[in-house]
């Protein structure tokens, strides 16, 4: 049976094919990629990694070059929480702040009272592809001469004021990884306009080891690719249940990216505006009709911005609803997450004291959100099935 997958990418076998001859020689698709995306993005420079979380972790060594007196980072408490873990590795200090309610994404005010004269770099997330609204956090960073890293990871093509994401802050972080807008099953990209930065992740990205090559890559990616098909997802499921990653991992590697890789992203980039425009149409079309139940909440579109819908998140104000409609959209075909669970200072041990709870906004959008897929595999009868499960719910109120 066909089932919608909660996220996924169309990368073809011939994107694949023609990246082979990169797995065993050496070639020049890192350099073009890094030229070809700082392009698209609208910056100077760019970095490829092995991971996004690899590229903010030569960022932060980076600016603690730059800086070396300041010791802490400031993220938003509801996020990917293996951020932490590339503030750990680089000898920094991870501090939170609150999240809006309204926005799902770091609330100014809360950022406010935890920056110091000590705070190296904020980091605002532009979280499931929704930008954050950045004039009052750059301010904020600003006054207390903090960097702002832009995490970008879920937002690839998104933009605000005019200008795609990831061109706004000192530097920022884009993923290749699994769930991303374009995937090569891992990846990460570091982009920034600032030379100095880019020569000092660039000596420290000669210190990471290399990326092995071998036909294990290729290999993955097409099951990968495959895997992530509707009609494949649907009969595999069980097997693929398996890989469906829900531990939080305690380490990650960095590393440098592959030349393979490179090349199945060279590929991809072309189809990003596409990809990237059925995302809106999909995920637009959820919101309109969704943003009328006063059962759920959705993500504010900041004024002047673009989303691009990586997913589209809904918080539920009653639990039970949540579990209703998650159960009846995969009784109707379609697969959704539940990211993430729990908001970082319930995760890692960061000092905090959780009762009364420092980030209540946080908590409570974590053990509420639900998020709906809006991949460029989805018709329009599958954004029509899924609304239709809502209609249904509402009127069983
Ligand atoms: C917002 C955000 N930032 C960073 C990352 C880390 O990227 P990677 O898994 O490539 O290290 C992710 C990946 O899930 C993400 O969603």
Known sequence: MRKIPTTSVPISLTDIMAGLPAAFFSGDSQAELERTFAKYIGVKHCLAVNKGTTALYLGLLAMKKMTPHKTEVVLPAYTVPTLTLAINMAGLKTRLCDISPDTFNMDPESLEKCVSPNTLAVVPVHMFGFPCALTRIREICRNVGAFMLEDPAQAMGAELDGKKVGAHGDTALFSLCKGKVISTYFGGLAVTDNDEMTLLMRKARE?????????????????????????????????????????????????????????????????????????????????????????????????????????????????????????????????????????????????YNNNPDPFPNSTYVAERLLTLPSHPYMTAADVERIITVFKRIDQTL
């Open 207 to 351: 210190q990471l080891p290399p990326a092995p090559r071998n036909w294990a890559n290729p290999l993955i990616l097409t099951a990968f690719a495959l895997a992530m098909r509707p009609e494949v997802y649907g009969a595999l499921y069980s097997l693929i249940a398996r890989y469906k990653s829900t531990t939080v991992h305690e380490h990650f590697r960095p590393s440098r990216y592959t030349d393979f890789q490179a090349a199945v992203a060279l590929r991809l980039l072309p189809k990003l505006d596409e990809i990237v425009a059925a995302r809106i149409k999909t995920g637009q079309t959820m919101y309109d009709a969704l943003k009328e139940y006063n059962w759920l909440m959705l993500p504010q579109i900041v004024p002047g911005s673009m989303p691009i819908y990586n997913h589209l998140p809904v918080v539920f104000k009653d639990k039970e609803r949540l579990r209703l409609v998650e159960e009846m959209l995969w009784q109707n075909g379609i697969d959704t997450a539940r990211m993430y669970q729990h908001p970082i200072h319930q995760i890692y041990d960061l000092g």
